[in-house]
Protein backbone atom coordinates (compact mmCIF):
# COMPACT_ATOMS: atom_id res chain seq x y z
CA UNK A 1 0.00 0.00 0.00
CA UNK A 2 1.22 3.51 -0.48
CA UNK A 3 0.49 6.99 1.48
CA UNK A 4 0.55 10.34 0.48
CA UNK A 5 0.68 13.09 3.06
CA UNK A 6 0.62 16.95 1.67
CA UNK A 7 1.64 19.82 3.92
CA UNK A 8 2.27 23.57 2.97
CA UNK A 9 -1.40 25.18 2.80
CA UNK A 10 -2.52 27.75 4.18
CA UNK A 11 -4.42 31.03 4.42
CA UNK A 12 -1.85 34.16 2.04
CA UNK A 13 -2.57 37.32 0.55
CA UNK A 14 -3.00 37.47 -3.26
CA UNK A 15 0.28 37.99 -4.62
CA UNK A 16 1.81 36.02 -2.30
CA UNK A 17 3.38 32.48 -2.46
CA UNK A 18 3.25 29.02 -0.67
CA UNK A 19 4.99 25.78 -1.52
CA UNK A 20 3.38 22.34 -1.29
CA UNK A 21 5.14 19.13 -0.59
CA UNK A 22 3.89 16.03 -0.92
CA UNK A 23 5.85 12.69 0.49
CA UNK A 24 4.90 8.95 -1.16
CA UNK A 25 5.91 6.06 1.41
CA UNK A 26 4.98 2.35 1.72
CA UNK A 27 5.61 -0.41 -0.82
CA UNK A 28 6.58 1.77 -3.74
CA UNK A 29 8.59 0.10 -7.09
CA UNK A 30 8.81 3.25 -9.14
CA UNK A 31 6.76 6.13 -10.33
CA UNK A 32 5.07 6.58 -13.23
CA UNK A 33 3.76 10.24 -12.18
CA UNK A 34 2.95 12.53 -10.11
CA UNK A 35 0.78 15.61 -9.74
CA UNK A 36 -1.32 18.09 -8.11
CA UNK A 37 -4.86 18.40 -8.53
CA UNK A 38 -7.29 21.08 -6.80
CA UNK A 39 -11.22 21.25 -5.90
CA UNK A 40 -13.14 24.37 -4.76
CA UNK A 41 -16.97 24.54 -3.45
CA UNK A 42 -19.41 23.66 -6.14
CA UNK A 43 -16.73 22.91 -8.89
CA UNK A 44 -14.72 19.78 -10.10
CA UNK A 45 -11.70 18.14 -8.92
CA UNK A 46 -9.16 19.78 -11.69
CA UNK A 47 -5.70 19.56 -12.85
CA UNK A 48 -3.36 21.70 -11.62
CA UNK A 49 0.15 20.17 -13.12
CA UNK A 50 1.45 17.13 -13.18
CA UNK A 51 5.46 15.58 -13.38
CA UNK A 52 6.54 12.28 -15.33
CA UNK A 53 9.36 10.28 -14.20
CA UNK A 54 11.32 11.30 -16.76
CA UNK A 55 11.19 15.15 -15.57
CA UNK A 56 8.35 16.19 -18.20
CA UNK A 57 5.64 18.49 -16.29
CA UNK A 58 1.98 19.70 -17.85
CA UNK A 59 -0.18 22.61 -16.31
CA UNK A 60 -3.15 24.40 -16.54
CA UNK A 61 -3.63 27.04 -18.33
CA UNK A 62 -4.72 29.21 -15.50
CA UNK A 63 -1.19 28.55 -13.75
CA UNK A 64 1.57 28.62 -15.91
CA UNK A 65 4.05 31.15 -15.44
CA UNK A 66 2.96 31.41 -11.69
CA UNK A 67 3.48 27.56 -10.61
CA UNK A 68 6.52 24.99 -10.68
CA UNK A 69 6.02 21.32 -10.13
CA UNK A 70 9.03 19.50 -9.35
CA UNK A 71 10.29 16.32 -7.64
CA UNK A 72 12.95 14.47 -5.60
CA UNK A 73 13.26 10.96 -5.94
CA UNK A 74 15.41 10.01 -3.58
CA UNK A 75 12.89 11.60 -1.05
CA UNK A 76 10.03 10.09 -3.23
CA UNK A 77 8.40 13.76 -2.49
CA UNK A 78 6.42 16.37 -5.15
CA UNK A 79 6.76 20.03 -4.36
CA UNK A 80 4.32 22.67 -6.17
CA UNK A 81 6.00 26.47 -5.79
CA UNK A 82 2.80 28.77 -6.42
CA UNK A 83 3.52 32.47 -6.83
CA UNK A 84 1.33 35.45 -7.61
CA UNK A 85 -1.73 33.86 -5.94
CA UNK A 86 -4.49 34.99 -6.80
CA UNK A 87 -8.36 34.70 -4.39
CA UNK A 88 -9.44 32.18 -7.52
CA UNK A 89 -6.37 29.77 -6.66
CA UNK A 90 -8.42 29.12 -3.03
CA UNK A 91 -9.59 25.20 -3.04
CA UNK A 92 -8.19 22.23 -1.49
CA UNK A 93 -4.99 21.02 -3.10
CA UNK A 94 -4.93 16.85 -3.90
CA UNK A 95 -1.83 15.34 -4.19
CA UNK A 96 -1.98 12.17 -6.37
CA UNK A 97 0.79 9.59 -7.78
CA UNK A 98 0.81 6.91 -10.26
CA UNK A 99 2.85 4.50 -8.68
CA UNK A 100 3.70 0.81 -9.13
CA UNK A 101 4.07 -1.26 -6.08
CA UNK A 102 5.61 -4.05 -7.76
CA UNK A 103 7.69 -4.91 -11.19
CA UNK A 104 4.99 -7.64 -10.86
CA UNK A 105 1.75 -5.38 -11.05
CA UNK A 106 0.64 -2.86 -13.14
CA UNK A 107 0.51 1.22 -11.85
CA UNK A 108 -2.29 2.26 -9.28
CA UNK A 109 -3.51 5.47 -8.70
CA UNK A 110 -3.24 6.87 -5.11
CA UNK A 111 -4.46 10.30 -3.45
CA UNK A 112 -3.65 12.31 -0.51
CA UNK A 113 -6.39 13.52 1.90
CA UNK A 114 -6.19 16.82 0.88
CA UNK A 115 -4.71 20.43 2.30
CA UNK A 116 -6.47 24.03 2.03
CA UNK A 117 -4.97 26.77 0.45
CA UNK A 118 -6.89 30.00 0.90
CA UNK A 119 -6.01 33.52 -0.97
CA UNK A 120 -7.71 36.53 1.01
CA UNK A 121 -6.96 39.93 1.98
Known amino acids: QVQLVESGGGLVQPGGSLRLSCAASGSIFNFVNMGWYRQAPGIQRELVATISSGGSTNYADSVKGRFTISGDNAKNTVYLQMNSLEPEDTAVYYC???????????????WGQGTQVTVSS
Open 96 to 110: NAYIRSSWRLPPANY
